[in-house]
């Protein structure tokens, strides 16, 4: 057992959800975009290809003050946290915590410079990977192998006389990510929009699936979270899409997944079918999540706030009648996880109801503890006409 740090992705409430949902422990203690955990690091670091929301993953060895910082890195103790690969070390230095307290790049570089002079002087020859933004990516991190050959250094300031040093252990695998983003046959931006492989991931552990799980998504779509949902080990996916044409495209992008990943024993049901109608082939509390990106309207929404409000509306409607419809399918307690559209009037944020919703179909916004958020959770990038709002429900 030993402290374990988390660098979260660019939205906290969402990372911090996952985390929460995975752990299930409090933090020992958080900053905007770290958490510590007392956990097993080997526990942490398993688990990070499964975790959308967590960039990095690390060891924690030391907490200290602005003062005590020099020395602190400069201690023959410290030096034995480095990679032991033999040959030159290749080090690097990240801060993370309080924006207003973080040392520029250059004073990084600078830190840098005397732990290459300190360790020279041990005999050791060091290259120091500096960059001119802070912290250094997951890219520069695993294309210079920093973790492997040397270090990726640490530092978090959770206030001026908290600081924590650490070593990184993983960071996300971006390339994976990647492939299973833009290598698909089937991208098809118009007709469904497309969730994030990574968005996907996250929402799937915030409903809390295991390899046991059979799970659920009623607007597949092109199959995302159906392609994630078999990746985390799900052993029964269950897709539905009122457009046929969708089905034939989730058919082709598990097909070529199939090709890259071994999931013979995963069983895959598709149909077309509409999320608001009974399906009778499926039995009552035989689904343990439902996890799903439903219609948000349309790609190019309008900006009048009548027409929002009306499609607010139709909306409304359309999640209600099939969240009802799908309960009794769901297994008591059953999670739903569930996007929904907020869009921006130009004056007002207009966005349907989640706990109208929840309650016209037999469903209660689950709890969360205060320092992860609340729930909805944002999603939103810069650039998109339509936020995202990740909605965490319960078969009540
Ligand atoms: C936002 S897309 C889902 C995208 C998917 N998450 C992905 O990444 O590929 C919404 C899907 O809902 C489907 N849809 C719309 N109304 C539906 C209904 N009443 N029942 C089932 N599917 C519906 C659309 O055909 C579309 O494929």
Redesign the pocket.
């Known amino acids: 057992m030993g402290r374990v740090f988390f660098i979260i992705g660019r939205f906290p409430s969402l990372s911090r959800a996952e985390i929460w949902t995975k752990f299930s422990q409090n933090p020992s203690w958080i900053s905007s975009d770290t958490i510590a955990l007392d956990i097993d690091s080997e526990l942490g670091v398993k688990n990070l290809h499964q975790m959308g929301g967590t960039i990095k993953v690390g060891q924690l060895i030391d907490t200290v003050n602005q003062d005590e910082l020099r020395q602190a890195v400069m201690e023959p103790k410290f030096f034995e946290h480095f990679g032991r690969s033999g040959g030159r070390y290749i080090i690097g230095i990240s801060a993370y915590g309080q924006k207003e307290l973080l040392p520029p790049p250059r004073q990084l570089a600078g830190m840098g410079l005397n732990i290459k002079k300190e360790l020279r002087k041990k005999g050791r020859a060091v290259r120091l990977v500096t960059s001119r933004i802070n912290p250094l990516s997951s890219v520069i991190v695993s294309k210079n192998k920093l973790i492997e050959r040397g270090a990726e250094i640490v530092l978090i300031y959770e206030s001026k006389n908290r600081i924590h040093i650490g070593f990184t252990l993983a960071v996300q695998n971006f390339e994976a990510y990647g492939h299973r983003d833009y290598g698909r046959p089937k991208r098809d931006m118009r007709?469904?929009?497309?969730?994030p492989p990574k968005l996907?991931q996250i929402m799937l552990n915030v409903a809390n699936v295991t390899k046991d799980s059979v799970v659920m998504?009623?607007?597949?779509?092109?199959?995302?979270?159906l392609q994630e949902a078999l990746l985390l080990g799900c052993r029964q996916v269950i897709g539905?899409?009122?457009?046929p044409q969708?089905i034939e495209d989730t058919k082709n992008n598990l097909r070529w997944l199939r090709a890259y990943h071994e999931l013979a024993s995963a069983r895959i049901e598709l149909s077309t079918?509409?999320?608001?109608k009974p399906f009778p082939q499926l039995a009552p509390d035989s689904i343990d999540a439902v996890v799903?990106?439903?219609?948000?309207g349309p790609l190019r929404p309008p900006k009048d706030e009548a027409q929002l409000g009306n499609l607010r509306d139709e909306l409304t409607q359309?999640y209600s009648q099939?969240l009802k419809n799908l309960r009794t399918y769901l297994k008591p307690a059953a999670r739903v996880v569930l996007i929904l559209p907020s869009w921006h009037s130009g004056r007002e944020i207009i966005q349907p109801d989640i706990q109208k919703i929840a309650s016209l179909s037999g469903f209660s916004l689950s709890n969360f503890p205060d320092w992860v958020g609340h729930n909805p959770f944002l999603y939103h990038r810069e650039g998109q006409n339509v936020a995202r709002l990740v909605a965490v429900l319960i078969r009540a």
């Open positions: 007709s469904q929009g497309m969730i996907a998504d009623p607007f597949c779509g092109g199959g995302t979270i539905s899409d009122s457009n969708a079918h509409d999320a608001r799903t990106e439903p219609y948000l359309l099939s």
